[in-house]
């Protein structure tokens, strides 16, 4: 009795250690080579997953730059001192990176824009804007005021303030995902020293814009007139910045009837 149980003992210590041998050697065949390039760069990057440079998450951009797939500038959050890190690490110039912020094209607070309806759903723009009315502004290219840019950004950097969304630049990283949200698309990325921005995106006619907000661009073109280096335009009846061309002299913000050029 007692043999039998020892020698059943030796058997299963024989087998786990023959099992675990096993094992040991197919790790070894089977383990796919990792560039330690990729795990160097991969230290570095901020570790945050948010997507903003276009891949799936840092594992994803990592693997991306060690294969030259990605410029080391590529992390939107980690900025331009992670960039010189990973460049040094791929023997490469990480380049100027250009801080860029999100800015939203709506000045339509509760004040000045009006209302159409009395809205009592699901606080989220992407819901409202899937029923008729889209929300309860009278402006259907404005900000609804619900929240869904919130509730995308990992960083605390954007909230409603009096019916719009608001930016704070001091923490966006510009990881684009409040944009994504946005079902009126009015968050684009500007640079950090953007001087001004259109803080409007109704494209109907001036009479039409004013009807439902104080505060519309009215696409009559003097801002366009007054911008010497050619930097400001009017397309679908709203006033546009070409931020590579305007030199912050505020000619443009000094003369809109509307005031709806802010400084950023």
Not at 22 to 51: H, M, Q, S, T
Not at 185 to 201: F, K, Q, R, T, W
Not at 224 to 234: D, F, I, L, N, P
């Amino acid at each position: 009795m007692v043999t039998g149980i020892i020698h059943a003992a030796i058997l299963v210590g024989v087998i786990g250690i023959l099992i675990g041998l096993l094992l040991g050697f197919a790790g070894i065949k089977l383990a796919v080579p990792v560039d330690e390039k990729e795990i160097e760069v991969r230290e570095f990057l901020p570790g945050n997953n948010c997507g903003g440079c276009g891949y799936a998450g840092c594992d994803a951009l990592a693997k991306a730059i060690a294969a030259g797939e990605a410029p080391v500038n590529a992390c939107p959050v980690g900025g331009a001192a992670v960039a010189e890190k990973i460049g040094a690490v791929m023997g490469v110039d990480a380049g100027e990176a250009v801080k860029m912020v999100a800015f939203v094209k709506c000045n339509g607070t509760c004040d000045k824009a009006g209302l159409k309806a009395n809205y009592y759903g699901i606080s989220d723009c992407k819901r409202a804007a899937a029923i008729p009315g889209r929300g309860d502004k009278a402006c259907s290219f404005g900000c609804m005021g619900f929240g869904s840019c919130v509730a995308a950004c990992q960083f605390d950097a954007i909230h409603v303030v009096n019916g719009v969304a608001v930016v704070d630049k001091e923490k966006c990283v510009a990881c684009g995902k409040c944009a994504e949200e946005c079902p009126n698309h009015l968050i684009e990325m500007v640079p950090y020293d953007a001087s001004y921005g259109v803080a409007c995106s109704n494209q109907d006619k001036g009479p039409k814009v004013m009807a439902v907000c104080d505060t519309g661009c009215i696409g009559c073109g003097l801002c366009a007139r007054q911008c010497e280096s050619g930097a400001v335009t009017v397309e679908n009846n709203v006033a546009h910045i070409d931020q590579s061309k305007c030199t912050g002299c505020g000619k443009c913000a000094e003369k809109c009837p509307k005031k709806i050029i802010l400084a950023h």
